[in-house]
């Protein structure tokens, strides 16, 4: 089965435990565990939601620092 929308790992695999957030892929663990059975539109749904994860990232790593 080839999936329609692709995965975007980047092959890094940090998270970020405190946003709850890898910090290459910018998904959840259960996104990056669920992604093969997530429809089409969940998956798109994920993507859409990049900017405000990378702003939730940013903020944290501004605070931290």
Known sequence: MTL???SP????CKFDRKAG??????RTTEEIRRWRKLT???RR???AERRRREAKLAT???IVE
Do not use: E, P, S
């Open 4 to 6: 329609a929308i692709a």
């Open 9 to 12: 790992c980047l092959d890094i």
């Open 21 to 26: 957030l890898c910090v290459g892929c910018l």
């Open 40 to 42: 089409d539109h969940k």
């Open 45 to 47: 749904q994920i993507l």
């Open 60 to 62: 944290r790593r501004a």
